[in-house]
């Protein structure tokens, strides 16, 4: 069965420092690989997503992911951060039965 | 751009009494999903819905839950006799096609604390 694994529940990151919020798939099949964020008190939104084709994938607000299938990872990084960029990130994977796995998530605490 | 609508934002109610939570999903969106995030926790699954039918669901819809889509535009999630442990975020979901290219659109969910 898919899932996905966030080992950093976690990370403190000085503004306009790089970040990288690291995540782990385990899978058998073809993935489809999702990032989200959630902004305090709002919903889930989707920041990018890796189907196929180039491994770097680039999302909204400046992140990107980069999938790596011998490493079955799929970090996702941003060169500078921002104060706004404090959320909680959710690492996802789409399983055969066409549904969205989630991680535990890792909370992105931007420092002044 | 179209956007998934949940109502209320935050429900307060008493263990053993029955809630509903709303969502309007984009209009032209098929098939349609409650997820559920217990404060502190992953999101979990709960349910997905197409064609008027569930599709799929989680061990934790059990028979207090329920899905309905009255009307053609809300889609609603039951709890029949909440209980403390129901209380979480819950988000609707909803997408166009079957296909792993779309996307999952969630709504800003509903914040249900049973007491």
């Known amino acids: 069965a898919q899932s996905v694994t966030q080992l950093d529940s976690q990370v403190p990151v000085f503004e306009e420092a790089p970040v990288e919020l690291r995540c782990n798939y385990s899978s058998s099949v073809s993935v489809y690989l999702f990032w989200y964020v959630q902004y305090p008190n709002q919903g889930l939104q989707l920041l990018l997503k890796y189907l196929s084709g180039s491994t770097l994938v680039k999302g909204i607000n400046g992140f990107e992911a980069e999938f790596n299938k011998s490493q079955t990872s799929f970090h996702l990084r941003k060169p500078s951060v921002h104060i706004s960029d404090t959320a909680e990130y959710f690492c996802a994977v789409l399983n055969r039965d066409d549904k969205i796995i989630f991680g535990k998530g890792t909370r992105l605490h931007i420092l002044p | 751009e179209p956007e998934v609508t949940q109502t209320p934002s935050h429900q307060v109610t008493q263990m053993g009494q029955e809630v509903i939570l709303r969502c309007v999903p984009i209009s032209n969106h098929l098939y349609f999903y409650w997820y559920r995030q217990i404060l502190g926790q992953k999101v979990e699954f709960l349910v997905s819905?197409?064609?008027?039918?569930?599709?799929?669901k989680s061990e934790i819809f059990d028979d207090q839950f329920s899905v309905e889509r009255p009307d053609g535009s809300n889609f609603t999630l039951k709890i029949r006799s909440t209980k403390l442990e129901d209380s979480a975020m819950y988000f609707c979901?909803?997408?166009?096609?079957?296909?792993?290219?779309?996307?999952?659109?969630f709504g800003n969910g509903t914040r249900l604390t049973v007491t």
């Open positions: 979901a909803s997408k166009d096609r079957r296909s792993g290219n779309s996307p999952l659109h």
């Open positions: 819905f197409y064609n008027n039918e569930i599709s799929e």
